[in-house]
């Protein structure tokens, strides 16, 4: 299996390489400006399509897998393709937006999927996946994950409203708090169940130096009684769900 998930890795790898390392950003607005008459758009899918022949023909010569260089050939060709397809597709869409560049990677990585198993010559890998997704373990886990994310901080401002309109000013970006809230918790769950509980505490005295000269600087005791009740709730309530997945699913 090392052989099969190192080829899967190399694939990865080198789309990494052709996406973020080897593509100037004066070919990506090139494609923006000339769409399907420019020819940045199909330089940079044949590199992706060498970069992948270069990956499967190196796994045939190694004979770690089985494969014929013509199998790779027909393999890079529709890396190529679909690349040039896909990149294509996206220079239509509104530019610099999250969803979109997340859903392009998407179909790339489900192209490199579909390659992948292909060459392996087997559904085999997507069951042992399947089967371990749907595990106690793992769905209980990826729960905890969402829980600690949007819910949490639903539940954390409907906590704290009754003080938050006595706040006048608090001088944050909107929406920022619940943001740094997410991101706060999903580490803190992360450091309860990789059993690394001391981290918090460090976690804890980076943020409280951060915001120390803000909140001194303030002179405001209102907000920073609410700044330090949200922090509390936050990190509380990610080390209490932490605490009980590794009680109620891990067996710890």
Do not use: C
Request: cysteine-free; charged content about 15%.
């Amino acid at each position: 299996m090392n052989s099969e998930l190192s080829l899967l890795l190399g694939l990865v790898l080198v789309h990494l390489l052709g996406d973020f390392v080897l593509q100037p950003g004066r070919w990506v607005q090139a494609r923006y400006e000339r769409k399907v008459r420019s020819p940045q758009l199909y330089l940079h899918a044949l590199i992706h399509g060498l970069m992948i022949l270069a990956v499967l023909a190196a796994a045939t010569l190694s004979r770690s897998l089985t494969g014929t260089l013509g199998g790779a050939l027909a393999a890079a060709l529709a890396v190529a393709v679909s690349h040039a397809l896909i990149d294509l597709g996206k220079v239509h869409l509104p530019p610099n937006r999250l969803r979109w560049f997340l859903l392009d990677q998407a179909l790339h990585l489900v192209v490199l999927l579909g390659v992948w198993l292909a060459w392996l010559g087997s559904w085999q890998p997507l069951t042992v996946f399947w089967t371990w997704l749907v595990t106690p373990q793992v769905l209980g886990i990826t729960a905890a994950y969402l829980i600690v994310t949007r819910p949490l901080s639903i539940v954390i401002a409907l906590v704290i409203q009754r003080w938050s309109d006595e706040i006048d000013n608090p001088g944050t970006l909107i929406a920022a708090g619940a943001r740094i809230g997410m991101a706060e918790r999903v580490l803190v769950l992360s450091l309860v169940l990789l059993d690394q509980l001391t981290a918090i505490g460090f976690l804890l005295a980076a943020k409280s130096v951060l915001r120390f000269g803000e909140l001194r600087g303030a002179q405001d005791r209102k907000l920073t009684e609410y700044v330090l009740m949200g922090t509390l709730l936050s990190v509380s309530t990610a080390v209490v769900l932490g605490l009980l997945m590794r009680l109620l699913v891990m067996g710890e």
